[in-house]
Every structure is written in C-alpha cells, then in structure tokens.
C-alpha cells in the first residue's frame, strides 16, 4: 500500500511563495509519475502539475506555467510543489497522487487526468490573502 502525506500549506499573501512537500512510502517510488491536483471550494479537482518518475518530464497546467515548478528527489522519495507569485485564486486544498497500475513503470509518460493516478494524500490547505 501506498502512502502520501503532505506539508507545506499555509497561509500567504499574494505575491508570495510557499514549497508543497509529498513524503511518499510504500513501493519503489522512481518507477511511477506523480502529480499534484487541488480543489478550491464549489469547483472540481484540477490537476496542477505532473512529474514522470525520473524526473526528465514535467507537465504543468496553464493557469500556473511560469508560476509554479514540480520536482521530485527520488533519493528521499519526495515530489515537490514550488510555488511562486502566488494569487488568491490559488486558494485550494492540494493534493499529492501517486500513479501506479493505471500507468506502466519506468517511462516518461505524465498523467493529467484523476483517474490515471491510484493513490492519494490527504491534502494540505493554502491560502492566499489579497
């Protein structure tokens, strides 16, 4: 079994930065992409970004292209959620997914879609004051 748990969310002003951080166990965590999906209150999940398992490949919606940066240190099995600029209409809770057997291993493929990703973390509030 798969488990996720963010940190990293908090409150900041716009304008400001905050780093998301995806601690991930259960099975070997290079071999499958992850991504980060958030849901602001009355709206579906988005998906906000997307790392393949190497790291080589990232994928990034365009509401944040420019603003926010995925990385993930496969040494430490953790995916990382930069985020720079930072707009009230980012306010949202986050959500750290781990792909598994909807994917196959080892390639560069990035899911942006919920249903491609079998694992979820419990999620981590930020909110951005104006």
């Known amino acids: 079994q798969v488990q996720l748990v963010e940190s990293g969310g908090g409150l900041v002003q716009a304008g400001g930065s905050l780093r998301l951080s995806c601690a991930a166990s259960?099975?070997?965590?290079?071999?499958?992409?992850m991504g980060w999906f958030r849901q602001a209150p009355g709206k579906e999940r988005e998906f906000v970004g997307g790392?393949?398992?190497?790291?080589?490949?990232?994928k990034s919606a365009d509401s944040v292209k420019g603003r926010f940066t995925i990385s993930r240190d496969n040494a430490k099995n953790t995916v990382y959620l930069q985020m720079t600029s930072l707009k009230p209409e980012d306010t949202a809770v986050y959500y750290c997914?781990?792909?598994?057997?909807?994917?196959?291993?080892?390639?560069?493929?990035?899911?942006?879609?919920?249903?491609?990703?079998?694992?979820w973390g419990q999620g981590t509030q930020v909110t951005v004051s104006s």
């Open positions: 997914a781990a792909a598994g057997s909807t994917v196959s291993p080892f390639t560069s493929y990035v899911p942006i879609l919920g249903h491609e990703y079998n694992y």
């Open positions: 259960g099975r070997t965590f290079n071999a499958y992409p």
């Open positions: 790392i393949s398992g190497s790291g080589a490949n990232t």
